[in-house]
């Protein structure tokens, strides 16, 4: 466009603009003394009140291709709070797996923050957050999943669901993950089927609450935590070994919870804080050990999440009293783990490891 032109098109919206904002755009220095005088002038007390934002857009040309063109105008400010953003509504049922061609297109930012190309454990995967995290990896780019969980009648149907909505490679394995030989089992199967795994997720857990310390049953006691915890381990050497052999780095990702950091109230549910307490430092260690062989391991810890696992009337009365808890005032979605998991299983946490990350709506921060 002509300058001429282009000049004639702003002249109303530079007349209404602010000082600042003009003396950005260069018109004049007087202008611009100006306005360093006005704001130099306000003392520390006075509260910021503008009537109107500067705003300066850049915009590609009509040929998508980068230009010196910019559009300057003033926006106004409403008086009073801003009202909340209304929540898009989402169907949390979609899996739309990254195709080949999007991800050649992407910037090297974002494909790094992809799983493109990776194999993918996720144990507890017949549902929850477990269920959740293999659905975000198949969108970001996984090359084949593999569930494992002891619920063969919801792990069957999780995997062939996510085929049928992917068309990727997926598939079930009935594993206890207390069960350090069927877990081998299976990990040599996925390594046949889709060469060694790049990621585990390891998600299956149970928990036991409002079980008071001195009548809690030993065996009970003993159960979760080969679950929670032994079974953390089985799987996290398992895989590990497989990434070894294969020589290929990988990214271990344990679920932890924040009750492994903090003590839950009002629950009494010794057992299950322990056991995620183990499962921080197990990964910890883990980190520390298989650095070398280019293995890196993190926690995730969510705080109280809405899923199945939470959902048992005996909690009802509870869950108010962990929303009141919560600065966010509101459980974890099922899919709020997501994010978070692609993140820590993609190449662009390289050089995180041995971390802890806690996801909790704000709960730990009282
Ligand atoms: N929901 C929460 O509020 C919350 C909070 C913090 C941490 N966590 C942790 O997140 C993980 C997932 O929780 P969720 O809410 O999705 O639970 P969930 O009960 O919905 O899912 C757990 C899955 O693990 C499987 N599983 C249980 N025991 C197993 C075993 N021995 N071997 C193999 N699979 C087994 C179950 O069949 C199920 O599919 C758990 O480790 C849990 O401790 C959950």
């Not at 903090?262 to 183990?278: D, L, W």
């Not at 509870?318 to 919560?326: E, P, R």
Request: aromatic share 6%.
């Amino acid at each position: 466009m002509a300058a001429a032109a282009r000049t004639a098109r702003l002249a109303p919206r530079l007349a209404s603009i602010s000082r600042p904002a003009v003396a950005r755009a260069g018109v004049s220095s007087v202008a611009q003394r100006a306005a360093f005088s006005v704001s130099a002038r306000r003392t520390k007390s006075e509260v910021i009140k503008e009537t109107e934002v500067p705003v300066t857009v850049y915009s590609p040309d009509h040929k998508g291709v980068a230009s010196s063109n910019s559009d300057h105008f003033s926006i106004p400010v409403k008086n009073g709070a801003a009202s909340a953003p209304e929540a898009a509504a989402e169907d949390l049922d979609a899996v739309t797996p990254l195709q080949d061609k999007v991800y050649r297109q992407m910037p090297r930012t974002l494909q790094k923050m992809s799983v493109y190309g990776k194999v993918i454990i996720v144990t507890g995967g017949a549902r929850g957050l477990g269920n959740h995290m293999a659905r975000a990896c198949a969108e970001a780019g996984a090359k084949a999943i593999a569930i494992f969980d002891a619920n063969q009648e919801l792990g069957d149907e999780a995997a062939a669901e996510l085929h049928q909505k992917t068309g990727l490679p997926v598939s079930f394995f009935k594993v206890d993950v207390r069960d350090g030989n069927a877990i081998n089992a299976a990990v040599q199967n996925v390594v046949d089927l889709y060469g060694a795994p790049d990621v585990l997720v390891n998600s299956a857990g149970i928990a036991d609450s409002n079980i008071k310390a001195e009548t809690y049953d030993p065996a009970m006691f003993r159960r979760l935590i080969d679950i929670n915890l032994t079974g953390s381990f089985l799987m996290s050497q398992s895989v590990g070994r497989a990434m070894m052999a294969a020589g290929k780095p990988g990214s271990i990702i344990l679920v932890a919870s924040m009750s492994g950091s903090i003590v839950n109230y009002p629950q009494e549910q010794s057992c299950y804080n322990a056991s995620k307490a183990g499962v921080i430092q197990l990964g910890k260690s883990l980190a520390a050990e298989w650095a070398k062989y280019n293995i890196r391991v993190n926690c995730i810890s969510p705080g109280y999440m809405d899923t199945a696992l939470n959902k048992v009337p005996a909690l009802d009365a509870q869950k108010k009293i962990w929303k009141s808890l919560t600065p966010q005032e509101r459980l974890g979605a099922v899919d709020d783990l997501n994010g978070l998991c692609v993140f820590l299983a993609s190449d662009a946490s390289g050089f995180m490891t041995g971390s802890n990350v806690i996801i909790d709506g704000g709960y730990t921060l009282y």
